[in-house]
């Protein structure tokens, strides 16, 4: 291992410079694990996905899907690009389900509208939890396997689906 590492580096230190900046949107002397998953989940025809557009399709999206965050005053969306926030995607359920946080750094990318989807699928679930179960077992949801297929049911399912890409694209 020590022989590779040793023949790539120089090779390694060259396109890094060159690439973390373009691939990134700024210059990183030391990427974090994010900017090098963000980077492993890069497609060819990112540019379709503009940073700019992320917020309204993913918001029109879930509208016709019937689910308007701008009607669902439980889920909170932050979306916004600000400078020291982390790429990865979350829901914080701060107070299930009055108060959940829909949290997606538009980047550019496919990967952006894949997360939104996927959190957002997380954020419904949350925000459909009856409040007669808080402070139980069940105020969290039946379980994480449950709660993570519901997020991968719009993730996968729906928002990878032929039909979706037919309408949305």
Request: glycine share 8%; hydrophobic share 35%; with cysteine.
């Amino acid at each position: 291992i020590r022989t590779v590492a040793d023949t790539t580096e120089n090779s390694y230190a060259a396109r890094a410079a060159r690439l973390f900046p373009e691939l990134l949107g700024r210059d990183v002397a030391h990427p974090s694990r994010a900017h090098a998953q963000h980077m492993r989940s890069l497609h060819e025809f990112d540019s379709v996905y503009t940073q700019e557009r992320m917020i309204d399709v993913c918001n029109t999206t879930l509208s016709e899907l019937g689910f308007d965050l701008s009607s669902i005053p439980t889920i909170k969306p932050d979306l916004e690009d600000r400078p020291q926030k982390n790429p990865r995607a979350c829901v914080i359920p701060t107070r299930v389900p009055d108060e959940v946080y829909l949290v997606v750094r538009p980047t550019g990318g496919l990967s952006d509208y894949q997360a939104f989807m996927h959190e957002a699928g997380h954020a419904m679930y949350e925000q459909g939890i009856d409040m007669i179960y808080e402070a139980t077992p069940l105020g969290g949801g039946t379980s994480s396997g449950v709660h993570e297929s519901q997020s991968r049911t719009w993730e996968n399912l729906v928002g990878r689906s032929r039909g979706f890409w037919q309408h949305f694209y």
